[in-house]
């Protein structure tokens, strides 16, 4: 059931122009100018899996939304299902991550709706199977650009407005970036940065009143899994969470204003569970474990 939405998520912002009598004697008042500023939610990644379901526990919760993704046509189907249900239809910025500009590009589309945002969801993320030697450097360096760049870009660049509104921030990470990951080895590195910046962010943002949350999900039944070229099989009996749990785990988690969450009880445990073996164990188990995949 979907959660009663904040107070502070349907309260226009208000900035107010005043200025008094132009001198003494003058009764002349200049005219008080309100600006108002509709109050969004970024969802970066939103074409697919664990971002579509982002965008519909989001809506569902009274937000208005924002959605960027490479692929405007499944954008536009999804802010035409969730406008059907009764919520203001969601701004679509197509746009490509991994593009440098891309940052730029999203602040001016928002600009040019006159909106600001309340919370940002850095969700977009990928990854390629494979020895890191053997695969394309740029398709390596391109992970980089989008799990890494563009989100330390996003989380910067809007960091004004999230603190302005009270806000939240919700980075997609993954357990991954608690392990060493030979064979994938630049994603799992990449979300190793996504929970360490977070964290960081989170120190220095509670204080302004913003809301910082890392989600570490561990495998889900995506498109991730066909992009990155990781055999199937191997791991269905851990596909035990879906990708609309974890986002309704993720959504009540930074509603609450939790540092991490980590859907489904057996991932909630490999962090504790890390802290007994050896790192050189882990690195070897890790390698093994990802062969199998293959």
Known sequence: MPLAPLACR??????????GPKNGNSRDLDQETAIV????????????????ELARVFAANGHRLALTARRADRLEALANELA????????????????????????????AEG???????????????G????????????????????????????????????GGLLNVGSVAGFLPGPGMA???ASKAYVIS??????????????????????????????????GSGHDTAMLNVS??????????????????????LGIKIVPFALRFFPRGFILSATSRFQRQRH
């Open 243 to 264: 990708a609309a749990e974890v986002a309704q785990q993720a959504y009540r988690g930074l509603m609450a204003n939790k540092r991490a969450v980590l859907p489904g």
């Open 197 to 230: 910046f977070t964290e960081a962010l989170r120190a220095e943002l509670a204080p302004r009143g913003v809301r910082v949350t890392v989600l570490c999900p561990g495998p889900v039944p995506t498109e991730f899994q066909a992009r990155a070229r990781v």
């Open 10 to 19: 349907t309260r226009p912002m208000l900035s107010f122009s005043h200025c």
């Open 131 to 166: 020895d890191a030697i053997e695969r394309d450097r740029g398709e390596q360096v391109g992970i980089v650009d989008v799990n890494v760049r563009a989100l330390t870009d996003l989380s910067l660049r809007f960091a004004d407005q999230l603190i302005r509104n009270k």
């Open 37 to 52: 500023a509709e109050r969004v939610t970024l969802i970066t990644g939103a074409s697919a899996g664990i971002g579509t």
């Open 84 to 111: 059907a249900k009764g919520g203001k239809k969601p701004i679509v910025i197509a746009c490509d991550l991994q593009e440098a500009d891309a940052g730029e590009k999203i602040a001016a589309a928002l600009t």
């Open 186 to 188: 630049v994603y799992y």
């Open 115 to 129: 909106v600001e945002l309340d919370n940002l969801v850095n969700n977009a993320g990928f990854g390629v199977f």
